[in-house]
């Protein structure tokens, strides 16, 4: 009898009387508070897993529909993660790549460049000369 009335007191609400705990939360830090979660639903199937917001622990035993629900959500999480890492890691490579691909090409103009430079210094070199015999041509005949 004595357990009971502690059970029920655990699972009692607060008075009304006491301030809701949100109130007591400065205006900056209210997105730190988490939503409430209301999922409205006028379905009549029940649901596949439990929340592990459902679960209360009294005397330190779970419910065994909540060790399958907290199972569950950690499945689901590790299953979640392991789907951002492989996202993760084709971004990684894709990426590398992309470096490589665009060093390639950097290279790859640069030779160009290079290589217009060198006509560039040939054709100045040719005008020069060409200039230079038409200065001695008129003149040596």
Do not use: H
């Not at 705990?21 to 508070?33: A, C, H, M, N, T």
């Not at 330190?60 to 569950?72: N, Q, R, T």
Request: glycine share 2%; proline share 7%; charged share 30%.
């Amino acid at each position: 009898m004595v357990e009971s009335q502690k059970e029920m007191q655990l699972l009692s609400l607060p008075s009304s009387s006491d301030p809701p705990p949100w109130s007591k939360i400065e205006p900056s830090d209210r997105f730190l508070v988490p939503s409430l979660d209301l999922e409205l639903s006028i379905s009549v199937a029940t649901p596949l897993k439990p929340s592990s917001s459902d679960c209360v622990v009294i005397r330190k035993v779970m419910d065994p529909s909540c060790i399958e629900a907290l199972k569950w959500q950690t499945e689901e999480q590790l299953r979640l993660a392991k789907i951002e890492r492989a996202y993760a890691e084709r971004l990684r490579e894709l990426t590398r790549r992309e470096m490589e691909l665009a060093q390639a090409e950097f290279t790859r103009a640069r030779n160009i460049w290079e290589m217009a430079r060198i006509e560039v210094e040939r054709a100045e070199k040719l005008k020069a000369k060409a200039s230079q015999q038409q200065e001695i041509g008129p003149s040596g005949l």
